[in-house]
């Protein structure tokens, strides 16, 4: 399990400038973020694997990047206009507004006429200790009735053009999904596709969530990296049909991608999706859940759609979104499976797991163990003393250097121990510290060895290296995926 708590990584996110609360300075917004210097670079090194492994590495992929504003009527092809609701009630008195399956298991106000109308907070499904009531009252102000469950659309609408008019209604895309089905055609006749083969979009998405939290875990704005795969049912593969054996693959290949930049397996398990918890379109769905603080819940779900979306754009919008198989001289429309991932509760599932909090002598060092290419920065330069400018120049000069290839910070502002459990906290795997026997003492007639030391995070082992050698050392630690044992056995050790 990962040592941290969701309020330790809420702290440390605002603290060292990962994420911050949307408008904060006029009291925030209802469940938006914005991510900070180190944030936006964890956020886009997320989506760059994820672009570079499932799009750019296979021969089976394309990309996409539709509009966030689409058509309104594909959102009543997709079905979201009618189902993209969920039953949510309101208080009468403060007005507040529940999901109406959330008002009975949230902790709730109670005014205890057994106590003289005494006020107490009462645990979620439980009854008063004193007078033995349960809740019917609004849970949060314990005053007001609840109005009947009525059905809330989700989708954010706006109005597109200058007239706000019915006529002009359209949403803000709850999904990137749907800009790939609309696409589908379009995609097919520009690069003569043959089946099975997938489209893939990173994008924000809006969802008018009514009850969101746990910190970006469920927001209102937030970005999906999807791949919509487009398969020929009457395949067979592995013995059964295309869809069904790719569903597993897809399964497979998106959880060892998130075991391969770091999550720990014991923190994911996968959840089968039965009877009503099936969406509409889906012939069977698998969540890939992670071990948050809150408890197991959805990093993100593997869906088999069937050719349910492109079936329905077909008859919305008049166009035929077939496929012809050569092979049996037939059109058909694709099934599809859908891998659709959270790059928001992916950014806070890699957060989560690679805290770590260890004693090194004597006290407490907090290490962000992220893997090498998720890590925000690549490498701190970090001059031993500030006051000799030879040092300080050569930092300057080193980490000019390196940026061209790594993101590079140079940093002076604090003591060495400081500024190394500084990197640790956000990740950091390398610092390069340049010192007096660097630049040599001309006081002392001593001349410079040209080397400085690599201290790496994990180990805080230190090696001294030419500094000639490092675009090279760092091209094989950073880009080449060398282990940092086997390219520290080729230099010696410095002390600690
Ligand atoms: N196209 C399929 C689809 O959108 P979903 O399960 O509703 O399926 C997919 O969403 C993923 O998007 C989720 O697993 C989660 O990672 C992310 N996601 C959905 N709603 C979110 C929200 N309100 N805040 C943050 N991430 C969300």
């Not at 609360?21 to 994820?50: A, F, H």
């Not at 189902?83 to 529940?98: A, L, Q, S």
């Not at 809330?152 to 706000?164: C, I």
């Not at 090696?463 to 056995?489: C, H, K, N, Q």
Request: some cysteine; charged content about 30%.
């Amino acid at each position: 399990m990962s040592a941290a708590s969701m309020d330790v990584i809420v702290s440390l996110c605002k603290r060292r400038g990962f994420v911050f609360q949307s408008s904060e300075i006029y009291g925030g917004t209802g469940s938006c973020w914005d991510y900070g210097p180190l944030g936006v670079e964890l956020r886009n090194n997320i989506k760059r694997i994820w672009w570079r492994d499932f799009v750019q590495q296979r021969d089976d992929m394309v990309g996409l990047d539709a509009s966030i504003l689409m058509h309104p009527t594909v959102w009543k092809a997709s079905g979201h206009v009618d189902n993209f609701t969920d039953p949510m009630v309101d208080c009468r008195e403060c007005k507040r507004r529940f999901r109406a399956d959330q008002a009975g298991t949230m902790d709730w106000t109670h005014y205890c006429p057994a106590t003289k109308g005494n006020k107490f907070t009462i645990k979620g499904g439980e009854r008063c200790p004193h007078c033995g009531a349960s809740r019917t009252l609004c849970p949060e102000c314990g005053k007001g009735e609840l109005t009947a469950p009525r059905q809330f659309n989700l989708m954010f609408k706006t109005f597109m053009g200058p007239v706000e008019e019915d006529a002009a209604v359209t949403y803000l895309r709850p999904e990137t999904a749907q800009g790939i089905f609309v696409n589908f055609d379009n995609v097919l006749q520009a690069t003569r596709r043959k089946l099975p083969f997938g489209i893939a979009q990173i994008g924000k998405a809006f969802r008018n969530e009514i009850t969101p939290g746990n910190f970006i875990f469920r927001s209102r704005e937030f970005e999906q990296m999807e791949i919509e795969y487009f398969v020929n049912p009457h395949d067979q593969l592995d013995g059964r049909p295309a869809d069904e054996a790719w569903h597993d693959r897809w399964i497979a290949e998106c959880q060892s991608w998130f075991t391969r930049y770091g999550l720990d397996p014991a923190n994911l398990k996968l959840h089968e999706h039965l009877g009503d918890e099936l969406a509409h379109y889906s012939k069977r769905t698998v969540d890939l859940l992670y071990r948050f603080p809150m408890g197991w819940n959805e990093l993100m779900g593997i869906a088999n759609r069937t050719d349910f979306d492109l079936k329905q754009h077909a008859k919305f919008s008049g166009k035929s979104l077939t496929y012809f198989d050569e092979e049996r001289k037939e059109h058909l429309v694709p099934f599809v499976i859908e891998p659709s991932a959270g790059v928001d509760r992916a950014l806070l599932a890699f957060l989560l797991d690679a805290y770590q909090e260890e004693e090194v002598r004597g006290e407490k060092r907090v290490v962000l163990r992220l893997h090498p290419e998720l890590a925000p920065i690549k490498i701190a330069v970090l001059p031993l003393l500030k006051k000799r400018a030879e040092i300080v120049a050569t930092g300057h000069d080193l980490r000019h250097r390196l940026a061209r290839r790594w993101l590079t910070l140079y940093d002076d502002t604090a003591a060495i121990g400081r500024l190394y459990r500084r990197q640790d906290e956000v990740g950091t795997p390398y610092c390069v510290t340049v010192d007096v026997k660097t630049v040599g003492d001309p006081d002392k007639g001593e001349a410079g060895d040209g080397k400085v030391t690599i201290r790496e995070r994990d180990t805080m082992q230190q090696i001294r290296v030419p500094m000639a050698d490092l675009e090279t050392v760092f091209g094989r630690l950073l880009d080449a995926g060398t282990s940092w044992s086997e390219v520290a056995a080729g230099y010696p050790r410095a002390e600690g």
